[in-house]
């Protein structure tokens, strides 16, 4: 067979496949890092020449929603600046506006931190009453952890970007799943090196959170550092041992390094726990076939086809296993839905031209499709051969029908 995987189906899980509740943020603040804007440093170098009293302060990220109308917009920073001195004077904090509808603040000389929390969540509602818009805010204290007063700005930015997670109306303090989501949007940038730093700062503020564990090892793997990844996915385990998301990327890690026995023993396992879960029930298919188990595959990627009909892989490998126990119309009719999913899967396109080859029914057809092969994979000799055998039986039928029309 000629299964492989693609890059966009197969892959290491960074979250549970059951933890889809929350909606990423459209715009992430912790990107204005990245580029360092004018505001940005403007803010740093206010923040680091404050003459802060008792060295504590909370520091916000503060932002109108921005599907407010226009008008609100137009007047966000004038309401801001009335209601923040309204709270506090220029000795106790200083702000600055970010863009149209964001703002930062710190301000310090409170009790203590809850009292400062309070005034927040005060400063929250009354900018909220007077614009009549949502208010997302994140908010970072210092001193914590060993940051740094510029790092405690980056924590409030790393804050509200979390905070964007529960909706446009959320208020939330920074903490080591802050720094899992900032971490999370460096690997999605593929800055992977900055994103272990992430996790690997998260698991000091919290050393046994599954998710930082978990998440550092597939950042880890997918550098092809794989002793780590697994030293990571381990240490997981022995917190959480049924948790599905890790049990699963042991298996397909083994599978990278080949060991598919051990592969396939740690993925029936998370079968055990989840027999739904879409990647499992793929790649379990898969190294059953490789095993040479199509019976055993089979079950594993009906259930995968089941719980993401959109994926044409699952309904590829079913169909070169009908190919080689000589099914051709149940390997037709699985290599059909695979295209129609992904019109330039090679491996369905020329599985398809085989099938029709086999039933000898429209060759025509087979022979499209046996050429669009060739088109994507040039040198596959197995999509050549097919295409070559298809040629022939249409060559001798044009040769048959000429005798006959000469007789």
Known sequence: ????????????????????????????????????????????KRLSEAKIPGEKFLCAVIQISPDASESIQEKAKDTFETTFNSFLDNKRGIW?????????????????????????????????AALKADILIGIAKFPFHDFSKSQTFANALKAIDHAAFFGSDSLIHFDATSLNISADRLFGLNKYDMAIKEYQKGLEIEPSDINLINSLGVCF???????????????????KPNE????????????????????????????GIKPSAFEVELLLGHLLIKKELPDQAIPHLEKAGQVNPKSGLA??????????????????????????????????????????????????????FAKNSIVIEPDNQLFKKRLETILRKIEAGTIVEDTIKTA
């Not at 509808?101 to 009292?115: G, H, N, Q």
């Not at 996915?233 to 022995?238: D, E, I, N, S």
């Not at 998301?245 to 029936?268: F, H, P, S, T, W």
């Not at 490998?317 to 000589?326: C, R, S």
């Open 1 to 44: 067979m000629t299964s492989k995987f693609s890059s966009k189906e197969i892959h290491f899980l960074k979250t549970d496949p059951d933890n889809f509740n929350f909606k990423p943020p459209e715009m992430y603040f912790s990107d204005l890092l990245l580029t360092k804007t004018i505001q940005i440093k403007a803010f740093e």
């Open 315 to 368: 309904f590829r490998m079913k169909g070169e296993i009908y190919l080689v126990d000589n099914l051709p119309e149940k390997a037709s009719h699985e290599f059909n839905k695979a295209i129609k999913l992904n019109p330039s899967d090679a491996i369905s396109l020329s599985g398809y031209a085989r099938s029709l080859d086999l039933q000898e029914k429209n060759l025509k057809i087979a022979l499209t």
């Open 96 to 128: 600055e506006n970010l863009n149209e509808t964001s703002f930062v603040l710190a301000f310090w000389d409170y009790v203590s931190v809850e009292k400062a929390s309070q005034l927040m969540v005060s400063l929250k509602d009354k900018i909220s």
């Open 221 to 239: 793997g997918i550098m092809g550092e794989l002793d780590k990844a697994k030293l990571e996915f381990k240490k997981a385990m022995k917190i």
């Open 244 to 271: 599905l998301m890790v049990i699963y990327n042991i298996g397909l890690l083994y599978q990278i390094e080949g060991n598919i026995d051990k592969a396939i023993i740690y993925l029936r396992k998370a079968h």
